[in-house]
């Protein structure tokens, strides 16, 4: 009996190494994987043959799973190289409602002259509602993201009503090229390699059989 898995570790892995390594890669990278393999279990000696057995490993398994490791980083770090360490960001300070009443009352406010910092800090003392700096396609709500880029710098938005709530945006500052923060750039990289695996998903038919 067949059955096919969409989401599994294991197949995302094998995509990743078994699949794209062996096609996207040059011959020469392979040949240093085989080299790389060979003369690490090679060179380990009797002490390596011990750690397999009490591991549940031959010396062909493990010469495969250092392969597979080996083809996974290869292409995680081809799919990472291409996203961009700097961007056009902006630093934003936001205010959130729960209710349209609240957000038209702050809106309200902030027509008459009430300074946005001030009056976002009323509301959350905590964080004063600064998002900090961010690239485009950061925020997980694209209707906040299609508003912000839009504005410029001092100058606040129209209430913006997506599934959170009622957001009123204040755009700080703006620059065009400016270096991403290490874990926004960590959490972009992590985003690509999903998106790439959703891309070959797509693309593939992963059929696993009986032994």
């Known amino acids: 009996m067949r059955k096919y898995f969409k989401e599994s570790i294991l197949i995302s892995i094998i995509i990743l190494a078994s699949i794209i390594?062996?096609?996207?890669?040059?011959?020469?990278?392979?040949?240093?994987?085989?080299?790389i393999t060979s003369e690490g279990l090679d060179s380990e000696g009797q002490p390596l043959a011990d750690?397999?057995?009490?591991?549940?490993?031959?010396?062909?398994?493990?010469?495969d799973s250092l392969r597979r490791s080996l083809a996974v980083a290869w292409m995680r770090d081809k799919i990472i190289a291409n996203v961009p360490e700097r961007a056009e960001q902006v630093h934003v300070q936001q205010m959130l409602f729960y209710t349209i009443g609240q957000a038209n009352n702050a809106l309200s406010q902030l027509n008459e002259g009430t300074n946005f910092a001030q009056l976002a800090a009323s509301f959350d003392p905590q964080t004063n509602g600064d998002l900090g700096w961010f690239p485009r396609g950061y925020?997980?709500?694209?209707?906040?993201?299609?508003?912000?880029?839009?504005?410029?710098?001092?100058?606040?938005?129209?209430?913006?009503?997506?599934?959170?709530?009622?957001?009123?945006?204040?755009?700080?500052?703006?620059?065009?090229?400016?270096?991403?923060?290490?874990?926004?750039?960590?959490?972009?990289?992590?985003?690509?390699?999903?998106?790439?695996?959703?891309?070959?998903?797509?693309?593939?038919?992963?059929?696993?059989?009986?032994?």
């Open 51 to 63: 750690w397999l057995a009490n591991h549940g490993y031959t010396e062909e398994s493990f010469r």
């Open 21 to 35: 390594f062996l096609v996207a890669c040059t011959t020469t990278d392979r040949e240093d994987a085989q080299e």
């Open 139 to 211: 925020l997980t709500v694209p209707e906040l993201d299609e508003v912000i880029f839009t504005l410029e710098p001092r100058e606040y938005s129209d209430i913006i009503e997506t599934e959170i709530g009622f957001h009123i945006v204040w755009l700080i500052e703006k620059e065009q090229d400016r270096l991403i923060p290490p874990d926004i750039l960590i959490k972009q990289q992590q985003q690509a390699v999903h998106e790439w695996l959703e891309r070959r998903w797509k693309l593939s038919t992963i059929e696993i059989t009986p032994p």
